[in-house]
């Protein structure tokens, strides 16, 4: 199997830290996993849950661009390093610190399987307005970049090339 195919939407390395302390020598660490629907428990490793396959893997020309796994995978060490050596530890928090705590945060409030679904209309009407671009290129008829600019959410105008919106890899949605 392919590396990097199971993607976490919660991480791995923060789901061990709940791990049951009390996890037979000879088991795997694990968690407890609740059915919302039986209210029984069962217990799961880290690595069994919260996940799907290439969730964050971008196709471009048939090769798997990794970059977004594993730009989480670096805020999620740099989480770590600071819950086991400073949050454990009841030391104070540095600047940094700080900041490594907020990207943590923004990434797990990024990263659900839910946003996939607040950005997916963005996405479209970039897409849609580009391809009108292209298709508007090919004609004598004189256009002006304001025409295509693409509002995201928070009022903010951004400038993003097709090939840039292509390689999110829009068409998983």
Sequence with gaps: MSQYKKQHYVPESYLKA??????PENYEPYVWVF???TYRGKPKAP???FFERDLYTIEIKGERDLSIEKSLAQIENEFVNVRKNILERHKPLS????ITICAFSAAMYSRTLASEGRWKPVWEEAENKMKLMLELAKTDRPTTLEDFQLILPGGKQHIVSYDG???IGLSRF
Excluded at 18 to 23: A, E, G, I, K, V
């Design 47 to 49: 690595t069994n849950i």
């Design 18 to 23: 709940w791990c049951d302390p009390n996890s």
């Design 35 to 37: 059915s919302k629907d």
């Design 95 to 98: 600047l940094s610190d700080k």
């Design 165 to 167: 919106i292509k390689k």
